[in-house]
């Protein structure tokens, strides 16, 4: 499997960027899809994550109600909307897919995930 994450950019605070991840390699049906960030000299931290059956969505505090992750059932794509970006949103993002059933709450881990994206950069200027 490989991922392929893309719409990248920078935008200035305040505005909004759409990354999609799109899959290839295999039939792809994975339990969850996940999004996580690492911004320099930080460690990669849990942005949100969806899942494949049913599109159930789970996001970090820091995202809740500007960023939204959806599945694109015709692309068999997911996507991440991110609004009211600001400077500490810069980062860059991956998406990282799980192929097998866990319990909700390890969604945040990134060390779950059986595969990840290349990432993309989100650069948020002030």
């Known amino acids: 499997v490989q991922l392929q994450a893309s719409g990248g950019g920078l935008v200035q605070a305040g505005g909004s960027l759409r990354l999609s991840c799109a899959p290839s390699?295999?039939?792809?049906?994975?339990?969850?899809m996940g999004w996580f960030r690492q911004a320099p000299g930080k460690e990669r931290e849990f942005v949100a994550a969806?899942?494949?059956?049913?599109?159930?969505?789970y996001y970090a505090d820091s995202v809740k109600g500007r960023f939204t992750t959806s599945r694109d059932n015709a692309k068999i794509t997911v996507n991440l909307q991110m609004n009211s970006l600001s400077p500490e949103d810069t980062a860059v993002y991956y998406c990282?897919?799980?192929?097998?059933?866990?319990?909700?709450?390890?969604?945040?881990?990134?060390?779950?995930?059986?595969?990840w994206g290349q990432g993309t950069l989100v650069t948020v200027s002030s």
């Open positions: 990282a897919a799980k192929f097998t059933p866990l319990r909700n709450s390890y969604l945040g881990n990134p060390t779950i995930y059986d595969y």
């Open positions: 969806i899942t494949w059956i049913g599109s159930n969505t």
């Open positions: 390699g295999r039939t792809f049906s994975p339990y969850y």
